[in-house]
């Protein structure tokens, strides 16, 4: 029955106006849904930190790369060697031809990785990818293109005397971080600074496992005070046995907390 007073138009008018509303109203709750949706499959999905090895100097040199978390990170590290240095990487090369492609990638028994590439590889390159699946715990060496599996060992040519890998360039730390990595030195001893404006933060001498032509590992704690996150640096160098000059030097750029 009609509202007393009301004409029919305006009440047309308002029945149209309130579905109009509901309708919109439903369309944002849609819109919202999709958005609270797609903001919390982003939070979940999981993330992973890969290394990649490109070049400084024709010897290898790590970086890191956050990545989406997947079934086959060995192919994911792949990928991101392939699309090569950032422009960020400052100072950083690749040997690896442009384009690209892996064909196959497999894990075998033994240790060993199977990788089949769309390109000849110099042997820089090949360090690059060596050095870059065994990353992986399960990953000692790689063949290439059916070629016989090696390991970190033959690209000492291709590797610095001083071969920090962690932590990595850009990377934030804490008092007491620590320095692992391996080095080719002579009687197996370097010395690391950690500078921050302008001054020694700390410094020492470390010493690996082995050296004098055999690569060892070594692994060190950094200890130090500021007053506010800053920007720093840890510098290693060999001190030469003919003139007490720095040698084979290694800068890696930290936030430190």
Known sequence: MPTPNTPAGMRSL????????????????????????TTQETATTPQAELTLFFLRDGKVAPVSRGVPGGPNLMATALEELFEGPEPDDDGLETAIP???TSISITAEGNNVASLGVSKPLSQPARAQIVYTLT????????SINEARPVGRKSFED?????LVESPLPGETVQPDFEVTGTANTF???????????????????VTATSGSGTRGTFAFKVG??????????????????????????????LRLE
């Open 135 to 142: 990353q992986f715990p399960t990953v000692k060496r790689v």
């Open 14 to 37: 308002g029945a149209l106006s309130l579905v109009s509303a509901l309708l919109f109203a439903g369309c944002m709750g849609d819109e919202d849904s999709a958005m609270t949706r």
């Open 187 to 205: 009687e197996a001893t370097f010395n690391y600074e950690l500078w921050a404006s302008g001054t020694v933060l700390a410094k020492d001498f």
């Open 158 to 162: 291709q590797t610095p005397a001083i």
């Open 98 to 100: 442009t384009e690209m």
């Open 224 to 253: 130090y005070a500021v007053d506010e996150p800053t920007a720093g640096n840890l510098v290693v160098f060999e001190l030469s046995a003919e003139d007490g000059s720095r040698i084979h030097q290694q800068q890696i750029p």
